[in-house]
């Protein structure tokens, strides 16, 4: 599972975690796939809109991203770790080198191509001819090779590092300090290197291993790796080999990019493009007053507000990602490179754990504050996914008094009296939440789950008092805060579904901290070459499954992400739908406006 140019990582959330809402990721184009549809929740996918009207020469298009927080501004592929910094560098073009094909593998209409060797354990990428650095410097295999020699690094602090390119040849002993070079990774010529895995599995098809994006190496080359997150060539002057560069930031609120002169695929329809971060209280405001071209990407919550608007249309579809509850296990071993479950935190029981997932009421949260509009998740796999959605898996399903039943014969008994029950010593019990700022519906949705917590006897309470700056939440939940007991976030996806990134050992991601020998197994069973049988895929996932979600309760899945942008009818045409077969997406670079300036709705 790709968590950095599948755009993805932590984030999500800001937008509302609970409301099914999704981010698109740029290395897919529009990832995003019109099956697996829930006829129940009320959601149908609107991937194409289409205006009337002749494009305009020049224009500035301009993008609304829906933030509670500023933006942190680290346009770095090995570096950048939340949403809003992806989702930046995806519209500008820093992200998404290679498309993606229907079956959301690693396709070959893009600035890279790679041809996969099974037999041999290798993978060849071959980069387009024309591909070129915003500076006119070529981009060579170079530059993914300086990939590899950053997250490697031991003096590397990001989150890269995993069991991802543990599996390239030669990586680990570059880590360790073994070697100063990765034995695995080898250059064949300018625009071609060859890349060697110890295990060819099949997650490979997806990526695993293999950078979405190149890093410039003639920049990064000269800056010592533990000072790369805060160089200028990350925070002030990045370099794109995308439609467009940016080149002006105002820290944390706002870029403004114009047109790559040395675009491999020619000149932006639109030269100009300017992004700036909204408060989602605002949002539906400054989209009726012509502020924004494109709102990207809101949650259902907002979903009938933005349907009243008569200046702009609701593009709309299913997308790789879901937001979930989970617990802290154990904490991450830094020098080991993975997580230790202790086997005495206080949420180690599992028949804790369930009755919590039994108190989920997601119909509830969907009808109320979501405008029906969510897609209620009881597996770890969202519906885009059709191949190894099962319809069939119940998962934990909400019972109230089922959990009062599991939480009694587990021993966490009310002693004194006073409707919260104690723990299995008789000693008061705390469970310490913590969930992030958010849309209109973030509070409520959170003070709706204590209550129900507090219906079957348990005494949870936000951790703070109050929901967390999106920032300062996930320094909390990586740092493994000993205040956090349980938790609310979101995954992205992005279009490659195997999760070992985010539940491996070895992954910074598994913030749960929660490992085991069965698991390990599990999640190899996942990427073994057996799964090109899509009867045995589809049962791996479903074992990962009921493992996670309903025998131990590590994860408690609540909905499936969508994404869903407001497009202005100036726009000639918006379309976030799979690529086909042998076909190019439709990129950013193929945006139009028509009128001077976005359409008010009067």
């Known amino acids: 599972m790709k968590k950095a140019s599948k755009l993805t990582a932590l984030a999500l959330a800001s937008l509302m975690i609970l409301s099914g809402c999704g981010a698109k990721t740029g290395k897919d184009g529009k990832d995003s796939k019109d099956s697996g549809k829930k006829e129940e929740s009320g959601f149908k996918p609107n991937p194409v809109v289409e205006n009337e009207g002749t494009p305009i020469e020049n224009g500035t298009i301009k993008i609304g991203i829906i933030a509670e927080s500023p933006f942190k501004g680290v346009f770095h592929e090995a570096f950048a770790n939340d949403n809003f910094d992806m989702t930046i560098m995806n519209w500008v073009g820093m992200g998404g080198f290679f498309d993606g094909d229907p079956d959301q593998k690693l396709g070959n209409t893009g600035l890279g191509k790679i041809e996969f060797k099974k037999e ?86 997806w990526g695993k291993g293999i950078p979405f994006n190149p890093v410039p190496d003639h920049v990064y080359k000269d800056i010592p790796v533990k000072e790369q997150a805060t160089a200028d060539a990350t925070r002030k002057h990045p370099l794109s080999f995308g439609p467009y560069v940016i080149k002006e930031i105002v820290p944390g609120q706002q870029v403004i990019a114009e047109a790559n002169p040395y675009y491999a695929f020619g000149k932006p329809k639109t030269p100009k493009m300017e992004i700036k971060a909204v408060p989602s209280a605002q949002v539906v405001a400054a989209a009726k007053s012509g502020e924004y071209d494109i709102i990207d990407t809101f949650g259902s919550d907002l979903y009938e507000k933005f349907a009243e608007l008569k200046n702009g249309k609701i593009a709309s579809n299913y997308y790789g990602g879901y937001g979930y509850i989970s617990f802290k296990l154990g904490k991450w071993n830094k020098e080991k490179n993975e997580v230790v479950t202790d086997p005495n935190a206080k949420m180690a029981d599992k028949n804790l754990r369930k009755a919590m997932a039994m108190a989920v009421d997601r119909d509830t949260v969907n009808k109320k504050l979501q405008n029906n509009l969510s897609i209620p998740l009881y597996q770890l796999i969202p519906p885009m996914f059709s191949t190894i959605y099962d319809n069939n898996f119940e998962g934990i399903k909400y019972d109230l008094e089922g959990a009062k039943k599991v939480l009694d014969e587990a021993g966490y008994k009310d002693t004194n009296g006073d409707g919260i029950r104690e723990d299995k010593n008789g000693q008061p019990l705390k469970i310490n939440f913590a969930a992030m700022q958010g849309g209109a519906t973030q509070e409520p949705t959170v003070q709706f789950l204590i209550q129900q917590w507090k219906a079957i006897g348990l005494d949870v309470q936000l951790v703070t008092g109050r929901l967390i700056e999106f920032n300062s939440f996930y320094e909390k939940i990586e740092k493994d805060d000993p205040e956090i007991d349980a938790y609310m976030g979101g995954w992205s996806t992005g279009s490659n579904p195997d999760p070992t990134g985010f539940y491996g050992r070895h992954e910074v991601y598994n913030f749960q901290r929660f490992a085991s020998p069965e698991l390990d197994k599990l999640l190899a069973n996942i990427v073994s070459l057996d799964n090109t049988d899509p009867n045995v895929r589809l049962q791996h996932y479903k074992d990962l499954s009921k493992y996670l979600v309903v025998d131990e309760a590590i994860v408690i899945p609540t909905f499936s992400h969508t994404t869903k942008s407001f497009v202005n009818n100036r726009v000639k045409k918006y379309d976030i739908s799979l690529p086909k077969e042998g076909q190019a997406p439709f990129r950013n670079s193929d945006l139009e406006l028509t009128k001077e300036s976005p359409e008010v709705d009067k």
């Open 120 to 205: 041999e354990k290798k993978a060849i990428i071959t980069i387009h001819e024309k591909a070129t650095w915003s500076d006119g410097v070529p981009v060579t295999a170079k530059d993914f090779l300086r990939y590899y020699l950053i997250i490697g690094h031991p003096d590397y602090e990001g989150v890269r590092f995993g069991t991802d390119y543990m599996n390239v040849v030669g990586m680990q002993e570059y880590h360790d300090g073994k070697s100063k070079e990765v034995s695995g990774v080898k250059i064949l010529s300018d625009k071609s290197l060859e890349i060697s895995f110890k295990e060819f599995d099949h997650s490979i098809y």
